[in-house]
């Protein structure tokens, strides 16, 4: 071996520097190909809290429980993400019904499912290859599944024509949103493509955008005003933005993620009209336009509000909104799916745009499927209907309860502030952290509200997601927590919460 | 800002236009799903509209989608996904034990017993230990660790997200990926995306599309003049070519990637598909492990499987996974980190791909229907990939290699001169000149050569052997008569 060694040494030639080198006492160790060092550097600046360090420890501690290690808890719950399922919401049986035909048709037979599913498996089936769910779908997806989404869209609308090759099924909502922006960002330096998005913001936004590389811009929404968007604000990002970038999207959240503000009518004119001045494509994330709690609260589609304001506006402004199947009543998120709807987007691009998601070939059929029901749910006239509503406003209200209930008790905690949950499934509250709290999580190298989510962890086993994980005013503090726990069990979590409060403040006083 | 023309009519440019859109996915192109395949989708709307041609359908021989071209689903794995959606079928007697013992188990690894809920981002921790598990038994028991495998949205996900780790530098200094000629067109269109160099190495068509270690050397030894080689991508069985690499040649790219520092990408989405005597699938992860610790301890490899081919064909699931070998710590904590952004892979087809790595077993009431079908369908395979062989090699101007594995039979066609000059005239390549004049007198769709890489001045292309047996026959016979044909024509 040492021969060997020797050996080596003695052949190295200049450009095998890079090749294994071996260290005096002939041990050999070599660098790996793939390091932090030489890996992609954009990826390293990605950074996605909702499933970041908070939940990594939450896993972990759920891991120690099942051990049988003792704690001051008996279970972890997770606040942390958007999962209706996981929290016990659940799936309309419709859906479920459907999906269960389409992944197994000799059940056409089975006399257990009603008329209106079966008709509606059969069609989805026929509009597969070989009449599989396992065949690959059109790229853009299912033809017929992208004509009943459009229905959809203009019923919504009132009327306003939506054409099925505008529409894009896509991986879940999250899919489409990065494709968009894939398609957007390009230049150098300071024409590099700006992005605005709010602060704050869900993080697939600010973790796509370190991704490509490109600049993002924050406009911060008005807490003070229940997390209202103010076009001012706008301008004042977009006029420091210009100074560094190419600011060319306006990226919207409505209703908001984390904040649940669901934005009035005039503010989306407003907005529309904002991006008309300033040139800006505008992309509407619009996934939980079901989830509409508070009273004198609307969902306004970006689409139907651009086209009410005339021709001047609804032939010039481009524009894309997504939805998906994740949120709402149907809570689907495992089975990604959700589409896009372009609007006024140049006819090479759009070409472009079709052979991009051609490489990935298709968005899961299943979910593909199960978006088919979303937009073509069942009729009054149909066996199902009746169930279906049913089920459809029991989740609803039962949301808009826990809604309320959170904005409720976090209101009794001093030093806990939160906004009403207009809408969404989060509640965003600002809490006041003492500054003995501050400097010590400054003494562990941890932002302050990381420090005391993780505090609140592994005290009391709940789960939420510091608000600098969605990006929040300098100096202000915040959690995201889930409004998704059953009613008796949030109950439970929100007074927990409540305590830990009372007992963080204490401490450092 | 608005533009006004001479007119005084208001006219703006859009935002997003051809020339301010991200230059790098302009060069994306990925021949699978390319013009031809549109200019199909156009004959088959003609065709539904009344218009007559030559051809009562069209056959989309053009992409690996055995269930489009009538294969027919496992029904086990069916029974299982049909349980898992709606959970009320497990008091139903119509499903057996078996399927209902699965459905229960992967019901209860999601979060709220429904396959709604988000996973882990890595894919559900029950499903990933099955994974494991059947690498081991797989390879022979060379152990596997469920922390190293990442379930994936089909594998071109996880291909696509290694790539993406791998990618960085400028200039001279910009990762190279090393990538066979001919190759599955995800790679040249992700390469192209990410801005990497492509690094060719070419398959010996004469040799029936082996590899030869010269040829990487060669490759490889130009391609460090100008970018910084770091990859090596290698798809066995291959795709278009078909040919499974022996066992010699698997430890031979081993010990180059050893060699050379080069991170391993194994695509054997066709493990299973292997036709040939005498040809064995031999996993890369195996390989190494057999060729001792300098190798298993140190060669960085990723290899990737997935539900939509193989005796399963389940290509609209998406299901899929990696295996991760030697990777380093913090690079894998960046991959975790990458891969949650997206939430998680579809849970319908982490289950299915759970079913495929956990399949009935003897004594459990599917296990004779379930081998009964999963042989079916690789002997109907095999059977294709020969009379595909056959019948190409009886007309003159066709050279067909054995179709060793996975899907597609990828024949070298003879072009004559004058078709070549009217292509080129027309702006065509000539194989796609060649396959669009098929298309518009045969409807049958195939994908040319010049999608997948070719040695310059040779011309392909690629068939899939998936529609059923007679069709097929009268799929070759067509392609025979438009070859005779289309030489005749430019004689």
């Not at chain 1, 968009?180 to 300071?190: I, Y």
């Not at chain 1, 799916?337 to 987007?345: A, F, L």
């Not at chain 2, 038994?137 to 996880?158: E, F, K, N, Q, W």
Request: with cysteine; charged share 25%; net charge neutral.
């Amino acid at each position: 071996f040492l021969q060997h060694v020797k050996a080596s040494f003695g052949t190295l030639k200049p450009e095998a520097k890079n090749m294994s080198q071996q260290a005096v006492n002939g041990v050999s160790h070599r660098g790996k190909v793939l390091t932090l060092d030489s890996m992609n550097p954009n990826v390293k600046r990605v950074e996605y809290a909702v499933r970041g360090p908070i939940v990594q420890r939450a896993v972990q501690i759920e891991k120690e429980l099942k051990e049988g290690v003792k704690k001051p808890f008996t279970e972890v719950i997770k606040a942390n993400i958007g999962d209706a399922h996981a929290m016990g919401q659940k799936p309309i049986t419709f859906l479920r019904q459907v999906l269960a035909l389409c992944s197994y048709p000799e059940l056409l037979e089975d006399n257990m499912f009603p008329e209106d599913a079966k008709k509606r498996a059969r069609r989805i089936l026929e509009s597969c290859g070989g009449h599989s769910i396992g065949a690959y779908s059109a790229s853009q997806g299912i033809e017929c599944i992208r004509q009943d989404v459009a229905r959809y869209i203009e019923r919504r609308d009132g009327g306003i024509p939506s054409s099925p090759d505008n529409i894009y099924l896509s991986t879940g909502a999250s899919d489409a949103i990065v494709t968009m922006l894939k398609l957007l960002v390009c230049g150098e330096g300071r024409s590099r493509t700006g992005v605005m998005i709010s602060i704050p913001q869900y993080p697939l936004y600010s973790a796509a955008l370190a991704d490509l590389g490109a600049v993002q811009i924050s406009y911060y929404l008005d807490e003070d005003k229940c997390w209202s968007l103010d076009v001012a604000e706008l301008r004042r990002a977009l006029n420091a933005a210009r100074q560094h970038c190419n600011p060319r999207v306006l990226c919207i959240i409505n209703p908001g993620n984390p904040t649940g503000q669901v934005q009035s009518r005039q503010c989306i004119e407003d907005v529309i009209r904002f991006a008309k001045e300033e040139h800006l494509f505008l992309m509407a994330d619009e996934v939980y336009q079901d989830n509409v709690y508070a009273e004198g609260c609307k969902f306004h589609s970006f689409k139907k509000v651009l086209f009410e304001m005339g021709p001047e506006y609804s032939s010039t402004v481009e524009m894309a909104s997504f939805h998906s199947t994740s949120k709402c009543y149907m809570g689907e998120c495992g089975f990604r799916g959700g589409y896009m709807e372009v609007i006024n987007m140049d006819p090479e691009v759009k070409a472009q745009l079709t052979k991009l998601v051609s490489v990935r070939l298709c968005p899961p059929v299943p979910g593909q499927a199960l978006l088919d029901l979303v937009v073509n749910p069942p009729q009054p006239d149909e066996p199902s209907y009746t169930t279906f509503m049913k089920e459809r406003t029991a989740v609803l209200a039962a949301l808009a309860e826990k809604a309320r209930l959170t904005e409720e008790t976090f209101n009794t905690v001093p030093g806990i502030t939160c906004n009403p949950v207009q809408g969404a499934m989060y509640t965003f509250p600002r809490i006041t952290l003492p500054q003995k709290a501050i400097d010590k999580a400054k003494e562990e190298g941890q932002v302050p509200d990381m420090y005391y989510c993780m505090r609140l962890l592994e005290e009391e086993g709940i789960c939420l997601v510091p608000g600098s994980g969605f990006g929040q005013r300098e100096g202000t503090f915040h959690f995201r927590m889930t409004i998704l726990p059953p009613t008796e069990k949030l109950k439970v979590v929100l007074q927990k919460i409540r305590e830990f409060h009372l007992r963080f403040t204490q401490e450092f006083s | 800002m608005s533009k006004m023309s001479e007119n005084g009519m208001v006219s703006r440019a859009k935002v997003l236009t051809i020339d301010t859109m991200n230059p790098t996915v302009k060069k994306v192109e990925y021949a699978v799903r390319g013009p031809i395949v549109q200019r199909a989708v156009e004959l088959e709307r003609e065709l539904s509209e009344g218009m007559k041609k030559p051809f009562a359908e069209v056959i989309k021989a053009n992409i690996g989608d055995a269930h489009a071209m009538g294969q027919q689903p496992i029904t086990f794995f069916r029974q299982v996904l049909a349980l898992c959606s709606y959970p009320e079928l497990l008091n139903d007697s119509t499903f057996p034990e078996d399927a209902k013992s699965r459905a229960h188990r992967i019901l209860q690894s999601c979060g709220g017993n429904s396959m709604g809920s988000y996973s882990a981002s890595q894919g559900i921790d029950s499903v990933r230990q099955d994974v494991a598990r059947y690498i081991e038994r797989r390879d022979g028991g060379v152990p596997c660790d469920p922390d190293d495998i990442y379930l994936t949205t089909g594998a071109s996900d996880g291909i696509v997200t290694m790539l993406k780790l791998l990618v960085c530098g400028e200039g001279a200094a910009r990762t190279g990926v090393m990538i066979s000629i001919p190759q599955y067109p995800l790679y040249s269109a992700a390469l192209a995306e990410l801005g990497a160099v492509q690094i060719n190495y070419y398959l010996n068509e004469e040799t029936c599309w082996s590899l030869d270690i010269g040829e990487l050397q060669r490759a490889l030894d130009e391609a460090r003049q100008y970018c910084n080689p770091r990859a090596l991508c290698i798809i066995n069985p291959g795709n278009p070519t078909g040919q499974v690499q022996s066992r010699e040649c698997i430890e031979d790219v081993i010990r180059f990637a050893a060699k050379e520092r080069l991170f391993l990408m194994a695509d054997e989405v066709y493990q299973d598909n292997v036709y040939a005597e005498g040809c064995q699938f031999h996993s890369f992860k195996k390989v190494l492990f057999e060729m001792g610790p300098e190798y298993s301890n140190t060669v960085e490899l990723a290899s990737f499987h997935s539900t939509s081919k193989c005796y399963m064909g389940e290509c609209g699931f998406r299901g899929g996974y990696m295996e991760i070998i030697n990777m380093d710590d913090e690079v894998k904590a960046q991959l975790t980190k990458l891969v949650s952004v997206r939430l998680c892979p579809p849970v319908p087809g982490q289950a299915l791909m759970d079913l495929v790595v956990n399949p009935p077993q003897p004594g459990e009431p599917s296990y004779d229907n379930f081998i009964k079908e999963r042989t079916a369908t690789l002997s109907a395979l095999a059977q294709k990939a020969k009379l595909t062989e056959q019948v190409l090699n009886t007309v003159q101007g066709i050279s067909c290699n054995p179709v060793q594995g996975a899907m597609y039979s990828f024949p070298r066609i003879t072009i004559p001169e004058k078709a070549i000059k009217e292509a080129t005239d027309k702006g065509q390549q000539p194989d796609m000149f060649y396959c669009m004049k098929m298309l518009e007198e045969t409807g049958i769709c195939l994908v040319p050569g010049s999608g997948f890489g070719q040695k310059d001045g040779t011309y392909h292309f690629r068939m899939t052997i998936l529609p059923p047996n007679d069709k097929l026959q009268i799929l070759l016979n067509k392609v025979k008569e438009f070859h005779q044909r289309f030489t005749q024509q430019y004689s």
